[in-house]
């Protein structure tokens, strides 16, 4: 594998603005809503706070959930409404949809009978069904689905699609077929990547597409291309993978092996932050990457589903953290990228707009001369929490 450097590609060190959690608390999620940039706390704050766009000021807080905040997003239309809406997930057995202008949950959903960790959720486009994926509990994790009209109880319950934690639901939206939507991409710890029909109650008939990768599964999501719809997913060993709609295995690749070194200094991928759906690249996907010492790169491919396509680096921004970025917002509408790491902070940087490059462009460089990434402080702790300076499991 070859990285490549854009010829529109900005080293960029100056932030726009900074804040951070108040109690040194992790940013574990970001994502945003109408003027606000929304981020989760780690335990034991477990908060999700609001900060205004413009100043990154905070001037809402959420008390999230018990024991854990797993998961946040911003859905529309949940339950039939008109609005957008905050969803998050909790290991206290609960997906909330948050009143962020009353400060209190507008729909609560949670499992009847044993309480249950959930590790992630999502909110189908038509706004009527809710899904969340459970941790393993002795044999068994389930995707439950509610209709959050009604949230006392789950609408059906599946739980022969994984056998370990379920760390990724996703529903299929922004697609023509009207029964298209009730598509459900799910990824767990088992190494499986699963395709299912929501509506169906009879679990033995709900899977669809199944492909295995055979190493835990940390983090997956759709690619929306012009021309069809793939999957990409991202393993707790840091590989990168891309999956076609029927989940055949396309690529699979050690993120990290990019590389660049250049006079003792150099840009080296520790970790996958997140991929973000993008029309500004030929694959339609933008992936985000990190170093444990607290920088951000933006990759891409000319084809994500080719493992021979070169990466192209676009865009690094860095000085802004001092440990592992946890997760990135790339606000595409104002032009900014919004980050939150290990070490409580939140930052907005200015994101370049320039197509992302193909790396296929005769114009695009070796990167064996740039210098992209600080040098290591050979006193540096690289992470105090975790051995060999590697990323916590999500």
Not at 143 to 168: C, E, M, N, Q
Request: glycine fraction near 8%; charged fraction near 20%.
């Amino acid at each position: 594998m070859s990285l490549l450097e854009s010829p529109s590609f900005e080293a960029i060190s100056s932030a726009i603005k900074s804040t951070a959690h108040s109690d040194g608390s992790y940013v574990l999620a970001l994502t945003s809503l109408g003027n606000y940039y929304v981020s989760s706390a780690s335990s034991p704050s477990n908060a999700i706070h609001l900060f205004d766009k413009s100043f990154l000021q905070c001037v809402q807080t959420l008390r999230g959930h018990g024991n854990a905040t797993t998961a946040l997003r911003t859905v529309r239309g949940v339950g039939g409404s008109d609005r957008h809406m905050l969803l998050s997930a909790g290991k206290d057995g609960s997906v909330i949809g948050w009143d962020e202008r009353s400060g209190a949950p507008s729909i609560k959903m949670e499992a009847s009978g044993r309480s249950r960790n959930l590790l992630s959720c999502d909110a189908s486009h038509d706004g009527l069904t809710v899904a969340a994926g459970t941790d393993l509990q002795k044999e068994d994790a389930f995707i439950l689905y509610w209709d959050p009209r009604k949230p006392a109880v789950p609408l059906r319950v599946h739980g022969s699609t994984h056998s370990d934690d379920i760390t990724a639901v996703h529903f299929l939206k922004n697609s023509t077929s009207p029964t298209s939507g009730q598509i459900i991409l799910s990824a767990s710890s088992d190494g499986l990547v699963s395709m299912s029909n929501s509506a169906e109650d009879d679990e033995d008939e709900a899977v669809l597409n199944v492909g295995s990768w055979g190493c835990s599964i940390s983090q997956a999501g759709w690619v929306h291309g012009s021309t069809a719809t793939r999957v990409w997913a991202a393993s707790d060993m840091e590989t990168f993978s891309c999956w076609s709609n029927e989940l055949d295995m396309l690529q699979n690749c050690d993120i990290r092996h990019p590389s660049v070194h250049s006079h003792g200094r150099t840009w080296v991928t520790d970790y996958v932050v997140t991929c973000h759906n993008t029309k500004r690249s030929d694959s339609n996907l933008a992936v985000f990457v990190g170093s444990n010492e607290g920088d951000v790169a933006l990759l891409s491919s000319s084809d994500v589903a080719d493992s021979s396509a070169p990466w192209t680096i676009n865009s690094v921004w860095a000085g802004g953290h001092t440990g592992v970025v946890r997760s990135v917002l790339w606000d595409e509408n104002h032009g900014v990228l919004v980050t939150g790491g290990e070490d409580s902070k939140l930052i907005t940087w200015r994101c370049p707009f320039p197509e992302l490059s193909s790396a296929s462009d005769n114009s695009a460089m070796e990167m064996d001369s740039v210098v992209l990434k600080r040098e290591r402080d050979d006193d540096m702790d690289v992470c105090d929490s975790e051995p060999d300076g590697k990323k916590a499991k999500r």
